[in-house]
């Protein structure tokens, strides 16, 4: 009798989304140095998720590949659909996080949340293009985790672009700004403000995010980005006008927004954090890794 199991497309066979990020990351991923990093990651990275699940020897291949599906409550479950995630059409990822939701394959606590604030970071991991995919989570999170907020729909909290130009953001870099500043968001309520305010856009005085930061450390990693010279494209004039028009900052226990002289003077380095408190950011393809 043949031996098979029955699997839905949405769960993680962990064996099979591995080969199918290395192959992609062979045909579109064009440094041979960076291309061999990510291939050994993810050979490494597969090869302890089939350690972790003890397999008895002598398997035959169909229930080994049953095996590699990966459950709920496996500790790098979340890991592996940011990976996932990646590789899906961007117009089933909706359905896929749905069904997670749902509970469908498993226990998931708390999951809208852990796509947000983990899963959504998780994906820039992966080294080949990934845009559409990223839009498509961002959009089942706004409508999940906001539906109720009054500030989704029309940008009624962003200024007339006419009237007010939006600074110039590499779209990718969007992304990781996003994922750089969300931990230190004061309130959950500011989210789909500061998403916006993070595209490059100007809000509205008074719909200003508040970020349990110094401000010299938000500009200090503003003007490292900058520094490229394409990832922010705009002058510091226009920056700055951006960050004093959009965000309030952590100022001796007290929440208040900076000057633009002032802004201009840490855009250009002139009072750097201290070290405990500085942002180092990750340069390296794909990379949005931030050490404090």
């Not at 992609?24 to 061999?36: F, G, H, L, T, Y």
């Not at 169909?62 to 790098?76: G, L, M, V």
């Not at 700004?177 to 856009?201: C, N, V």
């Not at 390296?284 to 050490?291: F, G």
């Amino acid at each position: 009798m043949t031996e098979s199991y029955q699997k839905h497309i949405y769960e993680i066979n962990v064996e099979y989304c591995s080969k199918t990020i290395i192959e992609r990351i062979q045909n579109e991923v064009k440094d041979a140095v960076k291309q061999s990093h990510f291939i050994s990651l993810f050979e490494f990275t597969t090869n302890e998720f089939l350690k972790s699940r003890n397999l008895p020897e002598g398997l035959s291949a169909i229930r080994q590949e049953q095996h590699s599906i990966i459950k709920t409550d496996h500790d790098d479950f979340y890991m592996w659909l940011a990976y996932f995630l990646t590789t899906q059409n961007p117009k089933t990822i909706p359905l896929i996080l749905e069904a997670y939701k749902e509970q469908r394959f498993g226990p998931t606590v708390n999951f809208g949340n852990t796509i947000e604030f983990l899963v959504y970071g998780l994906m820039s991991h992966v080294p080949f293009e990934h845009n559409d995919q990223d839009r498509a989570v961002m959009k089942w999170i706004m409508g999940s985790n906001y539906a109720a907020n009054p500030l989704i729909g029309p940008d009624d909290f962003c200024q007339d672009e006419k009237k007010i130009s939006n600074i110039i953001i590499k779209e990718e870099w969007q992304n990781r700004l996003k994922t750089i500043f969300s931990p230190y968001l004061d309130s959950k309520e500011d989210r789909p403000k500061f998403i916006k305010a993070m595209e490059g856009r100007h809000l509205i005085p008074g719909n200003e995010v508040t970020l349990n930061l110094k401000a010299n450390v938000f500009c200090d990693v503003i003007r490292k980005i900058h520094a490229k010279g394409y990832l922010i494209s705009s002058r510091k004039n226009k920056i700055s006008e951006w960050i004093c028009t959009n965000f309030q900052f952590d100022k001796k226990g007290e929440i208040a927004k900076i000057k633009a002289t002032y802004c201009i003077q840490l855009l250009s380095g002139r009072e750097s954090p201290n070290q405990k408190d500085t942002l180092v950011i990750d340069f390296s393809d794909r990379q949005s890794t931030v050490y404090q």
